[in-house]
């Protein structure tokens, strides 16, 4: 540091009467010293390279400001304001100081988001940490580009009304779906939002593509599922154990026999599917008879039908995750199956048909809408 004075001299004379060559030598001199000194440094001998460098840093060429933001991205405690003014420069020179730079604070990341173009948000997005603040104006003000770029940063932080947004703006980008899908931090609400959403999309895209009849209905219901299990934490893909009960309800109906089966078997995918098939649910509601919580569902459902309880015990068996049923719930469950009356389960299932039925006009009725606003 004792050589800074006489450098400081050499600026001023730089900058007073050197060529161009000379005032990114003496750049480079000045950010040398810096960099070697930097974790020794005081803030007042920080703030004093600060006024050195940004003297030299406005009156030299682009290209040695692009050298000088790659050097000091990564320093700690790189000097605040020349950071700052290398973050509003052309995006060749800011985007290092604008993907790495720990100087920038949330009100200067927001300040450049505001002033700059995609190019710069975009380069913010490549952030290790992104907060609330800063994602909020990205998912504002940024274009398809940056919201999915900064959907897809592991390390970014949503307020509640950014989610709601990305959620929205999935509903007609199925790319966004995808990207929100793969993130760990999504609130179970967004999820439930995200799964519907993607399965209304993938039963549109099947519905375009697929043949009619029969199959078709096996792909709709394939592709929800396979959804289900890509988005939602813990969901199962039942696309192949489908297929196996879908061949045999080909040639002949789904019974009661065939649930016990596949209960007794262990084959939970399998005894889901036939559910689905004997009882005329969706995959999703009978899947849904298998989450902690539904219990009485499956009860109902069972009742409904008129089956035995020893076809409903192995189904029971097979929601416990030890797959066991203990002597308390079996109880339970039997006084609970004996006690509904056959006609009041039908009509909660009747209930439940109803308004899946419901849910899937309305899905279909907006996916036509929207299929022709894309017409117009």
Not at 286 to 307: H, I, P, T, Y
Request: aromatic residues 2%; charged residues 30%; glycine residues 4%.
């Amino acid at each position: 540091m004792n050589a800074m004075p006489a450098l400081i001299q050499e600026v001023d004379d730089a900058i007073a009467r050197g060529s161009r060559e000379r005032r990114a030598d003496h750049l480079r001199q000045v950010t040398d010293l810096f960099l070697r000194d930097a974790p020794a440094l005081s803030d007042e001998q920080v703030d004093l390279f600060d006024v050195v460098i940004a003297r030299l840093a406005a009156v030299i060429e682009a290209r040695a400001r692009v050298e000088l933001a790659e050097r000091l991205a990564d320093a700690p405690n790189a000097p605040r304001g020349v950071i700052r003014s290398l973050a509003h420069d052309d995006i060749e020179i800011a985007r290092a100081v604008l993907a790495r730079s720990e100087r920038l604070s949330d009100e200067d990341l927001v300040a450049v988001a505001i002033a700059k173009g995609r190019e710069h948000m975009l380069a913010i997005t490549a952030r290790q940490n992104l907060s609330e603040p800063v994602t909020d104006v990205l998912v504002k003000r940024g274009d398809r580009r940056v919201v999915h770029a900064v959907a897809a940063n592991p390390g970014a932080r949503f307020s509640e009304g950014s989610l709601s947004s990305l959620v929205d703006r999935a509903r007609i980008d199925t790319p966004l779906q995808d990207l929100l899908g793969e993130r760990i931090d999504l609130p179970e609400e967004h999820v439930r939002q995200l799964v519907a959403i993607a399965q209304e999309t993938a039963r549109r895209r099947l519905a375009e593509d697929a043949p009619r009849g029969t199959a078709i209905v096996e792909a709709l219901e394939i592709g929800a599922s396979a959804v289900r299990a890509a988005v939602v934490p813990g969901g199962r893909d039942l696309g192949t154990a489908y297929a196996i009960v879908s061949r045999i309800a080909a040639t002949r109906p789904i019974t009661e026999g065939d649930v016990a089966s596949y209960a007794r078997d262990g084959k939970g995918d399998e005894a889901i599917c036939a559910i689905a098939f004997a009882a005329d649910l969706s995959l999703a509601t009978a899947e849904r008879l298998f989450k902690a919580g539904d219990s009485e569902l499956l009860v109902v459902v069972a009742r409904a039908q008129g089956w035995a309880f020893a076809t409903l015990e192995p189904l029971l068996v097979l929601r416990d995750p030890e797959g066991t049923l203990a002597p308390h719930l079996r109880k339970r469950a039997r006084d609970a199956f004996e006690q509904l009356r056959p006609q009041t389960a039908q009509r909660v299932v009747q209930f439940l048909k109803a308004r899946e039925a419901s849910q899937k006009r309305a899905a279909e009725a907006a996916a036509q809408r929207r299929m022709d606003a894309r017409r117009r």
